[in-house]
């Protein structure tokens, strides 16, 4: 149990911010201490992206008090919020992959003289640095060669290098094995052991409870409470975070599987983008059934993904046949799988479904444009009309149907994307890693949303 009478590191007091049309903030608190691990949790849109954007110099608050080591602070960027000592590690990394470890460590800071770089003790610092974390990495490899998990200890390597005190990580684990979850947790440790300060950002419940000290829950962007991980249960966590027991959006309901609908006959797939000779996938066959939810289950790089955008007409095929409603079809783009009435939401939704830049209603109307145009022109009140209808059924938390598909939280993204291809009302709808960076509480709506799907019948 956390030893809270220590001073706290951080202290962030009565803090509220306000978006066009959106009360984000409204008089929350957040109080990390000395050697803690500190979970802070919430559905999407709760507000901890803006808290801790706020934080780390992104966003400026309206009202509140931010003070690190007793002394009131203003980060006004977030370079300047790295130099009080306070760094960010994104889920998506903030890296630059043509460079080497050591230049991303330090990238702007580098040892100079007269103007020179000093590469040796640019080297010799960044081992230092991974010697402090426990892992080897040559100073000189490029960033683009490292995985995932090895690109994360550059970020914490370069969080040190600034002689951070807190470190926030937002969704550290979302894109790593089990064994590679297991050592950023021993790096964690070692770091809490050294008396910093962690934010922990994550939407697994199991983790949370692994490795935080103290958790703090948001809700609709008000301060719910701090909780004690040893002493508190995951029941009352999502009670915090939803304002019900998570076992209310529950209900299984009965679905009786009809006529098979997609047959998938012996696709193969040969080559990568890294290894043009790799056998991606060999004979893979399935069926699916009307009212029927399967279930595609595989490790991380075997295939699954592969598999369905084959399906789908993301990628090609070299061998193998796809069968819709008993009819052999030929998918070879999205847009063949579209008109046989089979919708995707792919495992990025950011990458591979939204235009981040576009408004909800124009993302989620994109792929059925022809009810909501007409004489090659988007009538945009029917637009406007049938998006709205979607946005009530899917609970889509938003301004307007013009606000950015960027400013929505994770969860909302993910809904908009769904919508898109509710709209179409497919016959086949395929959903790569649905609930990928939700939360609790939308993860229980998409599954509720996808039992209801089957029991229409898709």
């Not at 509220?16 to 984000?24: H, T, Y």
């Not at 995932?148 to 914490?156: C, R, S, T, W």
């Not at 969704?171 to 962690?198: C, K, W, Y």
């Not at 969860?411 to 769904?418: A, R, W």
Request: overall charge neutral.
């Amino acid at each position: 149990m956390t030893d809270t009478s220590r001073a706290p590191i951080l202290q962030m007091e009565g803090i509220s911010k306000r978006f066009p049309g959106v009360q984000a903030l409204d008089n929350v608190r957040l109080e990390v201490l000395p050697g803690e691990i500190h979970a802070l949790l919430g559905e999407n849109g709760a507000g901890k992206s803006t808290l801790m954007k706020i934080l780390s110099g992104v966003y400026t608050r309206d009202t509140g008090q931010i003070m690190l080591d007793g002394t009131p602070i203003e980060p006004t960027s977030p370079h300047h919020s790295q130099t009080l000592g306070i760094s960010i590690i994104y889920q998506e990394l903030n890296l630059m992959p043509n460079l080497t470890v050591a230049e991303n460590v330090f990238i702007g800071r580098e040892p100079n003289r007269f103007s020179f770089v000093q590469w040796r003790t640019l080297h010799q610092q960044t081992r230092q640095l991974t010697d402090r974390l426990g892992i080897r990495l040559a100073p000189g490899m490029l960033v683009r060669n490292l995985s995932v998990a090895e690109q994360q200890m550059v970020e914490i390597a370069r969080a040190l290098s600034m002689k951070s005190r807190i470190i926030i990580m937002d969704e550290p684990t979302s894109a790593l094995t089990e064994n590679e979850v297991a050592h950023l947790f021993d790096i964690m440790r070692d770091l809490r052991a050294q008396g910093l300060g962690i934010i922990f950002i994550s939407h697994r419940m199991d983790e949370v409870f692994g490795i935080s000290d103290r958790i703090t829950v948001l809700r609709d962007g008000q301060f719910i409470g701090t909780v004690q991980a040893a002493t508190s249960s995951t029941d009352e966590v999502i009670r915090m975070m939803v304002g019900r027991p998570v076992s209310e959006f529950s209900g299984q309901g009965e679905t009786k599987p009809g006529d098979v609908v997609l047959e998938v006959r012996n696709i193969n797939r040969i080559g990568t983008a890294d290894d043009p000779d790799k056998q991606v996938l060999f004979d893979v066959s399935l069926n699916v059934r009307q009212g029927e939810i399967v279930g595609l289950a595989g490790l991380v790089g075997s295939g699954r993904t592969d598999l369905v955008r084959c399906i789908f007409g993301g990628d090609p095929r070299d061998s193998g046949d796809i069968f819709v409603n008993g009819k052999r079809v030929d998918i070879r783009s999205p847009r063949d799988a579209i008109r046989h009435g089979i919708g995707m939401v792919p495992e990025d939704r950011k990458l591979q479904a939204l235009f981040l830049a576009m408004s909800v209603a124009a993302n989620a109307s994109i792929a059925s444009l022809g009810d909501v145009a007409s004489l090659g022109f988007v009538n945009g009140g029917r637009e406007r009309l049938m998006v709205t209808d979607y946005v009530n059924k899917l609970s889509i938390r938003l301004a307007s149907v013009d606000q950015r598909a960027l400013d929505l939280s994770g969860g909302n993204q993910q809904k908009v994307v769904i919508s898109r291809w509710l709209a179409l009302k497919p016959k086949i709808m395929i959903m790569d890693e649905p609930t990928r960076g939700i939360d609790v509480g939308a993860k229980a709506e998409v599954h509720t949303l996808i039992r209801a799907l089957a029991q229409q019948g898709v």
